[in-house]
């Protein structure tokens, strides 16, 4: 990828958190690449260290008892190390975030328009009648209908799914280059899920962004996505483009995720399948392979050796594993 088509350069990003328990690496050592108008999946359990990188991309961690080193490039612009100020001047207008509760996003007694309207005015520098009408706009642009009366109601009088959909006119206030979408479907019904991914998708298009998109649901990423990272343990343990990652998978924790994600295809009342045992203990992680206590395909070398990230034959496919998943187990899975 040339550098001219990078909207967005992760090179060894590592987030430290500082507890009286020791240090915590949340994430540890990620890289990777994000191309203009492209949407990428970060996949993972909970604890996998997927939000705290989608935030320190943002610049958006703890100003107390956090390290981050690495570097994050953003349309040219270092976010570590930059200060308060200077991250202020990217949040909103190169970058934005949906985050996965809408009722801690919003301000429950401000009406939503006037929420709109304070980033028009504060980031834009528009006059109110302007921003007004502009956040009519966008209310009308994400589907909510009736926008010029819905601007003065309450975000407690909305639908979690119209609260979402407020939460991403918000976002796209500053028609950002960059949306990060932590969990935007968290909570929501299926046919709700299904709105507002169809929503993001048309948005992405329409405004030439680039999308990442934070999630535990595989299904969510399936045919949204253009690629996928895996994460477990704060690192990237499978990478590539979504088709290879579905259907060539080398890590054994990528296949797990995908059998234990629900299947149409399956007879009702069929029982999930869970991943056996824990994630581990962030504060104090194995010499090797964090995945290797909870895998079957563990060996020796598993425990005592970490392994790092390589090359498959298809094009950007990457995983760490001692021991990868064979050709004929791929076919099957």
Request: hydrophobic share 40%; glycine share 8%; with cysteine.
């Amino acid at each position: 990828m040339s550098q001219e088509q990078r909207l967005l350069v992760v090179k060894d990003l590592a987030t430290t958190f500082h507890t009286p328990s020791g240090p915590l690496v949340a994430v540890g050592g990620v890289s990777f690449d994000l191309k203009q108008n492209e949407t990428l999946g970060i996949v993972g359990e909970s604890g996998s260290g997927k939000t705290v990188l989608s935030r320190t991309i943002m610049g958006l961690q703890p100003r107390t008892n956090v390290e981050v080193s690495g570097s994050v490039l953003l349309n040219g612009f270092e976010v570590v190390g930059a200060s308060e100020k200077d991250k202020r001047d990217i949040w909103g207008l190169e970058v934005a975030m949906i985050f996965q509760d809408p009722m801690t996003s919003l301000n429950p007694v401000m009406r939503i328009g006037k929420q709109i309207d304070e980033i028009l005015r504060v980031r834009l520098g528009m006059d109110r009648p302007a921003a007004k009408a502009r956040a009519i706009e966008l209310l009308d642009l994400v589907g909510i209908p009736s926008p010029t009366e819905r601007y003065n109601v309450f975000p407690g009088e909305l639908s979690g799914g119209m609260r979402q959909r407020v939460v991403i006119a918000t976002a796209l206030a500053g028609s950002p280059k960059l949306l990060m979408a932590d969990e935007p479907t968290t909570g929501l019904d299926v046919t709700i899920q299904a709105q507002i991914l169809n929503l993001l998708e048309e948005l992405k298009e329409k405004m030439k962004m680039s999308v990442v998109l934070v999630t535990h649901d595989l299904g969510v990423v399936a045919t949204r996505t253009s690629r996928i990272i895996v994460m477990y343990a704060g690192r990237i343990v499978e990478m590539g483009a979504t088709r290879d990652v579905f259907t060539q998978h080398r890590m054994p924790y990528t296949r797990a995720l995908l059998e234990g994600s629900p299947k149409v295809s399956n007879p009702s009342h069929t029982r999930l399948l869970a991943i056996p045992g824990r994630p581990p203990n962030l504060l104090n992680l194995p010499n090797g392979c964090s995945f290797a206590p909870r895998c079957s395909f563990a060996t020796d070398r598993c425990h005592q050796e970490r392994p790092e990230l390589e090359a498959t034959s298809a094009p950007g496919h990457t995983f760490a594993c001692w021991n990868p998943l064979p050709v004929k187990e791929r076919a099957s899975a």
